[in-house]
């Protein structure tokens, strides 16, 4: 007699411990939208309103988690020859339950989008419309599927649709509304994101596994981690405003420079030496610098008004 599958809640649990651990993204996810919402009361001259704050906090989370499934979903016959310990790579949760459920995600995201207003709901239609032709790898896939820097540029931009939808729901404005340097500000967020995605694919040569592609194996350490810091530095250039805006030239130089440094120090100690410790403090370096560069932008904005 077959053994009865797991409940329901019992495998979607299993599957946010392994997948969307929820202790690191409910912090990615809260500096994100903090991070943002400060760009849209700086650049835009809005006024924070709790509810929107809080309905817009929780609807970013919810996309990030549909798109984790989206890419589960994508991944999943790749999966069962490259990772097939992941949760439905192993069958612990059917494609088609997962779709289910990610349709429930875009539900609830809808709801809470509209329950900031119709400026937020149109942003958030440019959200999901673009998470559709990330899952469709933008009907190119066969040609961008091995250009794997170009398709991990592609697929980031979603975080700048992301802020989009952070700026319209605080500010309470229509995107097309929103003045052009909130609009540029949002290029941050891709840079962000591409940081991310070039880290955590950069490993130490014990690391690498046959069959399974990341940047240090086609770029070696150095060109990885060059990638990598190619697109700190536009990132904080592009929060300079923020940075600057109330706390002045030098307190802004400050945070800059800190926010460089960082992710640096870990790319350089991980191209002089790329053991293992090395590349996985170098990961985590880059992981902290997506939370610290947002939290940083939120304190800078509103730690220097609350000190005025």
Not at 23 to 41: E, I, K, P, Q, R
Not at 198 to 218: C, D, I, L, N
Not at 247 to 262: H, I, S, T
Request: with cysteine; aromatic share 12%.
């Amino acid at each position: 007699m077959a053994e009865a599958p797991p409940p329901f809640l019992s495998r979607w649990a299993t599957f946010v411990a392994e997948r969307f651990p929820l202790g690191s993204h409910l912090a990615m996810a809260g500096a994100f939208f903090a991070g943002n919402a400060a760009a849209a009361v700086e650049l835009a001259g809005a006024e924070l309103r709790p509810l929107p704050a809080v309905l817009g906090a929780l609807a970013t989370l919810l996309i990030f988690l549909r798109l984790r499934i989206f890419d589960e979903i994508k991944d999943c016959r790749t999966d069962r020859d490259a990772h097939p310990e992941r949760p439905l790579a192993r069958g612990l949760i059917s494609p088609r339950e997962a779709w289910r459920v990610a349709l429930l995600l875009v539900g609830a995201e809808l709801l809470l989008a509209l329950g900031c207003g119709l400026p937020a709901a149109a942003a958030w239609g440019a959200v999901f419309g673009f998470s559709l032709l990330m899952f469709r790898e933008f009907f190119i896939g066969a040609w961008l599927r091995p250009k794997m820097e170009l398709y991990a540029l592609a697929h980031t931009l979603v975080a700048g649709w992301m802020g989009l939808l952070v700026v319209a729901a605080v500010a309470g404005r229509f995107p097309w509304e929103l003045p052009v340097r909130a609009w540029i500000f949002l290029v941050a967020n891709w840079a962000v994101f591409n940081v991310f995605e070039f880290a955590r694919k950069t490993w130490a040569p014990e690391e690498e596994r046959a069959g399974v592609e990341s940047y240090s194996g086609r770029l070696r350490p150095a060109g990885a981690a060059a990638l990598a810091m190619g697109q700190v530095l536009p990132a904080v250039a592009f929060a300079w405003p923020l940075l600057a805006g109330n706390a002045g030239r030098a307190a802004g130089l400050w945070a800059a420079a800190l926010m460089a440094a960082v992710p640096a120090i870990a790319a350089l100690l991980y191209v002089h030496s790329p053991v293992r410790a090395c590349a996985r403090l170098y990961r985590g370096a880059m992981t902290l610098f997506i939370v610290g560069y947002y939290a940083t932008l939120a304190a800078m904005v509103w730690g220097w008004r609350f000190v005025a």
